[in-house]
């Protein structure tokens, strides 16, 4: 299921960092600082 553009703003920063998959290993990687980082899996 593909991210949308709401839930992707509204990922707030925990104590550790965390993802948020979207689909064909690309996912969004939240960090504790509030930074958001998009990754490929491959």
Do not use: H
Request: aromatic share 10%; hydrophobic share 40%; charged share 25%.
């Amino acid at each position: 299921m593909p991210l949308s553009d709401l839930s992707i703003r509204n990922a707030k920063p925990r104590a550790k960092p965390y993802k948020l998959s979207d689909s064909a290993g690309l996912y969004l990687q939240v960090m504790p600082t509030g930074a958001k980082l998009w990754r490929m899996k491959y």
